[in-house]
């Protein structure tokens, strides 16, 4: 639980790196690495049309034995697409509707995936002798647009900022919101941030980082993995957040180990 401060309230966003970042930021002993020595400018805003590529999900299908699903769209800019099957016996087989192949044939119990570039409409066609799932998940690079969460006014907003650079470059806005719920909310919108992927969204005590290490030793709770790089995206605060008492929500990278921007936080 984060002590209660005072004064301005800062949202910082420590997000971590495909590329030498782990898959979770929960590693903290070794303390952060210095800043690279290609150092961002921290007022620099990072380019808007480049967007780390995602996956997002299309569609999940569920049943027992042989049948064929309902159709599904991808997207015509997605880079691929995956299906990932899950059996709990006996045999399975997936593919294309309109294509004899299979896609994947995992050994059951278990898991497999399979992938395709083809885009549009498509659906899959199941030989199963058990219970079985296929989830089909599309990979893009486009900015994420999420509407605004369902309850969220003028009169719900907490606290809002301009994002800064700290090692990698941002601009945009990020809001608080206190939903008719009661829930917290984060809404990063407009937002761009230096493109990669496996990224963090950190609630801070830090009341405006300006270094890795000012990000790291500050007391902080991880929200979720950053969404995109860019683009309209929300975030549902852990109740463990008491927002009247943060400063910052911070953007890691582990075992790089660097803050990437962040965005300071005043009450309206």
Known sequence: ??????????????????????????N??????????????????????????????VATFAGTGDQRTTSFAIAGNAIQWRVTARCTGGR??????D??????EPTCPGQGFGFSIRTGDAALQIAASDDWEAVVDQQ???????????GATPAGRLAEGSFYGIDQQSSGT??????????????LDPFVVTANSDL????????????????????????DRLKATAGAQNYVLPAEVATDRARSVVVW??????????????RP
Do not use: N
């Not at 639980?1 to 929960?26: D, E, H």
């Not at 002993?29 to 290609?38: E, F, K, L, N, V």
């Open 140 to 150: 893009v690079d486009t900015p994420i647009s999420e509407p605004p969460p369902p």
């Open 92 to 97: 399975l087989g997936v593919a294309l509707a």
């Open 200 to 223: 963090f969204v950190w609630v801070s005590e830090a009341e405006a980082p300006r270094t890795s290490e000012e990000a790291f030793r500050a007391p902080h709770v991880q929200v």
């Open 174 to 187: 990020a809001t608080l919101y206190r939903l008719p719920d009661g829930q917290r909310a984060l809404r």
């Open 1 to 26: 639980m984060l002590p209660r401060l005072g004064g301005a309230v800062v949202v910082a966003l420590v997000l971590a790196l495909t590329t030498g970042c782990g898959q979770s930021a929960s």
């Open 253 to 266: 990278c582990e075992p790089v180990r660097t803050a990437y921007a962040a965005a300071t936080l005043a």
């Open 28 to 57: 903290e002993t070794a303390g952060p690495r210095p800043a690279p020595d290609r150092q961002a400018d921290p007022y620099r805003p990072a380019d808007p049309s480049k967007v780390a590529p995602r996956w997002e999900r």
């Open 99 to 104: 294509e004899p192949a299979p896609l994947v």
